[in-house]
């Protein structure tokens, strides 16, 4: 194939991040069982590396191919997302091109399987750890993330050079496809604008499908750090936003029965609503009690530039927007329970009223009868 023309790498590395839950609810005991109450105490607000393997992985693209060294990790958050990490050396001539078609074609082998195979199966074998009496399957939502860093590289340039002149094929691998059509220019410099590097010839251009870095050397693992923790706290409020879902339809079947029944308060819809209002708090303490921290960047570290990193990878992968949405819901189901208790309340209070008319009834009419 001919290189001319294309950004050509000769050395780097290829991350995928995949982020899934635990199978189930987190066995917080289980998991200190795992990696000790001390590591979880002091590294709260990091990924806590749970185990780490070697292997061999192979980038297909068409007739191209390369063998390369692979680390995989596997890392833990304690509020209850857990990420496999598989880093890819890369140590012969690809094509950045060719990269991007072997993501999307699946086309990447580790150990013998192609990329989502081998992911469903180290996941399988995670959740059995971390979950191990607890056969419920996780919720099948996953967020995939992939990290591009190049330091060997033709033609050499500058991180200006590389947006200037390669600016649309690194869009396309911010972008997370391969389709042809044609990039306007907004859309190409919205990506490239989105810099999170803290040197100028660094570059660590994020978006909310992966991240093309040139440099960072020195600060690269805070900022993946950061990255893992933003991506595990967008997974868990689109995991709670599904669950509230759930109990949201539960609540307006309760709401229903209540229009349908004249004995509203004696059927089982209260019961229902008032476990789907339950379940839904709890998850709304779930997020005071351990996320809300987690979404501050003052708490999670005193540094200015991780501070301001932190802040913008949460506004890049629109963390805060499903945050309201599930706040909104959570604050939607407890009106709708208060609504239903009023109704509930007003019914029954006619029937009392009802009942002791009758009894007044009963006590003027019964000496009547017997008289």
């Known amino acids: 194939m001919d290189a001319s023309g294309d950004l050509t790498i000769y050395n780097g590395k290829l991350t995928i991040l995949l982020a899934f839950s635990p199978g189930g609810e987190l066995d917080k005991n289980q998991l200190t069982k ?79 399987l192609d990329f989502q195979s081998f992911s469903n199966k180290k996941i399988a074998d995670i959740r059995d750890k971390l979950n191990p009496a607890k056969k419920v399957p996780g919720y099948p939502i996953t967020k995939r993330y992939t990290l591009l860093k190049i330091k060997d590289f033709k033609p050499l340039l500058d991180q200006k050079g590389l947006k200037d002149q390669y600016g649309e094929i690194i869009t396309r691998f911010l972008s997370g496809e391969t389709s042809i059509r044609p990039l306007h220019s907004k859309e190409i410099n919205d990506k490239l604008s989105n810099d999170l590097s803290y040197y100028d010839e660094d570059l660590f251009l994020a978006s909310p499908e992966g991240v093309f870095i040139l440099g960072c050397d020195d600060y690269l693992k805070d900022l993946r750090e950061l990255l893992e923790l933003s991506i595990s706290l967008l997974l868990l409020f689109q995991i709670y936003d599904r669950k509230i879902d759930q109990e949201i339809t539960h609540a307006f079947d309760a709401i229903k029965k209540m229009h349908s ?111």
């Open 261 to 371: 029944s004249k004995v509203y308060f004696l059927t089982q819809a209260p019961r229902n609503l008032e476990r789907s209002l339950l379940k839904v708090s709890e998850i709304g303490l779930i997020i005071l009690d351990d996320i809300e921290d987690l979404m501050n960047p003052h708490k999670i570290t005193q540094d200015w530039y991780y501070q301001s990193a932190y802040q913008r990878m949460l506004n890049t992968l629109k963390v805060w927007d499903f945050e309201k949405v599930v706040q909104h819901k959570i604050d939607a189901l407890q009106e709708l329970y208060s609504t239903a208790r009023q109704l509930s309340s007003e019914q029954l209070t006619m029937l009392l009223e009802v009942a002791i008319v009758l009894l007044i009834l009963w006590e003027v009419i019964l000496p009547l009868v017997k008289g």
């Open 34 to 112: 795992l990696i000790g109450s001390d590591v979880i105490a002091e590294r709260w607000n990091k990924p806590i590396e749970m185990e780490q393997s070697e292997g061999v992985a192979v980038i297909v693209s068409g007739s191209e191919k390369i063998t390369c060294n692979v680390n995989i990790y596997t890392d833990v958050f304690i509020a209850g997302v857990s990420i496999l990490r598989t880093e890819i050396d890369i140590r012969d001539r690809i094509l950045l091109n060719d990269i991007l078609v072997a993501l999307h074609s699946n086309t990447i082998i580790v150990e013998g």
